[in-house]
């Protein structure tokens, strides 16, 4: 039997594209059983993140973003995870580059903790961590403060060498090195003073010492005596104190005299009556019938 070319072009056409699905559903990981399960993340930025980009597991493809959208100020992404993928409490999920020059990815580190995440807490908090080209943007950043740190430092060299040119630093260094150098010299007269002053402190305490233990006798008699002089002041302080709590309670004599009107104005009344008597004998002199 004799296979005609059309049924060898058909059968050749139908195995390459047998074989290209098959290259496709391979390439994009499709599986014919799909068991995922989707978590969402909340990220500040995500660097031009989108749909379809892939998820990785410690660098091992194991999902896919689904969703990027807005949460208030935030990025929420959904992404799809295979269901042998196990995150722990200490999970932590980064939005990177996945190429040199573009594409981003989600990079979840799955944790070591011994307790399994808790996907009711969704959404999870992520961080961003930076592209190639955010790398590059720095760099152009730190090259233009080095470019002004270099005017700065040419300035300040030129700076420098202008004053050693004038040969003004040269002689204010050996001003400086001379004042230090006499000021070393003064330090070390220092520990000589230093012994005396310590060895008149000695002497001085030696001497005090001295003198309590000589006088210890008379020091111990005169603080007796000055205990007891103490004691009688306390003794007439206590009696003041009664005095004149008595005088103020017009007890006593002294306390009615001080008190009393009645006293007050008959004093008065007499010292006017002695006054008015020798004012009358200093006029009419003193008349005295003796018989």
């Known amino acids: 039997?004799?296979?005609?070319?059309?049924?060898?072009?058909?059968?050749?056409?139908?195995?390459?594209?047998?074989?290209?699905?098959?290259?496709?559903?391979?390439?994009?990981?499709?599986?014919?059983?799909?068991?995922?399960?989707?978590?969402?993340?909340?990220?500040?930025?995500?660097?031009?993140?989108?749909?379809?980009?892939?998820?990785?597991?410690?660098?091992?493809?194991?999902?896919?973003?689904?969703?990027?959208?807005?949460?208030?100020?935030?990025?929420?992404?959904?992404?799809?995870?295979?269901d042998h993928i196990q995150l722990f409490e200490d999970a932590t999920f980064s939005v990177i580059s996945s190429e040199l020059?573009?594409?981003?990815?989600?990079?979840?580190?799955p944790g070591r903790s011994t307790r399994h995440i808790n996907l009711?807490?969704?959404?999870?908090?992520?961080?961003?961590?930076?592209?190639?080209?955010?790398?590059?943007?720095?760099?152009?950043?730190?090259?233009?403060?080095?470019?002004?740190?270099?005017?700065?430092?040419d300035t300040t060299v030129t700076l420098i060498n202008n004053i050693l040119k004038s040969g003004r630093m040269q002689s204010d260094l050996q001003a400086s090195l001379?004042?230090?150098?006499?000021?070393t010299n003064e330090f070390k007269k220092l520990p000589a003073d230093f012994r005396k002053i310590t060895e008149e402190i000695a002497e001085t305490t030696a001497r005090l010492n001295q003198f309590i233990d000589n006088n210890s006798a008379s020091m111990d008699s005169t603080i007796s005596v000055l205990a007891q002089l103490s004691s009688r002041l306390d003794s007439m302080s206590v009696s003041m104190n009664h005095i004149i709590t008595g005088i103020e309670n017009q007890e006593g004599s002294l306390g009615k005299m001080i008190y009393d009107t009645t006293l007050y104005?008959?004093?008065?009344?007499?010292?006017?009556?002695?006054?008015?008597l020798s004012v009358q004998i200093k006029e009419k002199g003193l008349d005295i019938d003796i018989f």
Request: hydrophobic share 45%.
């Open 265 to 276: 104005y008959n004093l008065n009344k007499t010292l006017k009556s002695i006054d008015s």
């Open 178 to 183: 001379a004042n230090i150098h006499a000021m």
């Open 101 to 109: 020059l573009a594409g981003m990815k989600i990079e979840i580190f």
């Open 120 to 153: 009711s807490q969704q959404p999870f908090q992520g961080s961003y961590g930076g592209r190639i080209v955010d790398v590059g943007l720095i760099i152009g950043d730190l090259a233009g403060d080095m470019s002004r740190l270099s005017f700065r430092i």
């Open 1 to 82: 039997m004799k296979i005609s070319t059309e049924f060898k072009v058909g059968i050749t056409v139908l195995i390459s594209s047998v074989i290209l699905i098959l290259g496709i559903i391979w390439g994009k990981e499709f599986r014919l059983k799909t068991n995922k399960y989707n978590i969402q993340i909340v990220f500040e930025q995500v660097g031009g993140l989108v749909p379809g980009d892939p998820v990785t597991v410690n660098g091992v493809r194991e999902g896919k973003v689904l969703e990027v959208g807005w949460r208030d100020r935030d990025v929420l992404c959904t992404i799809e995870l295979n």
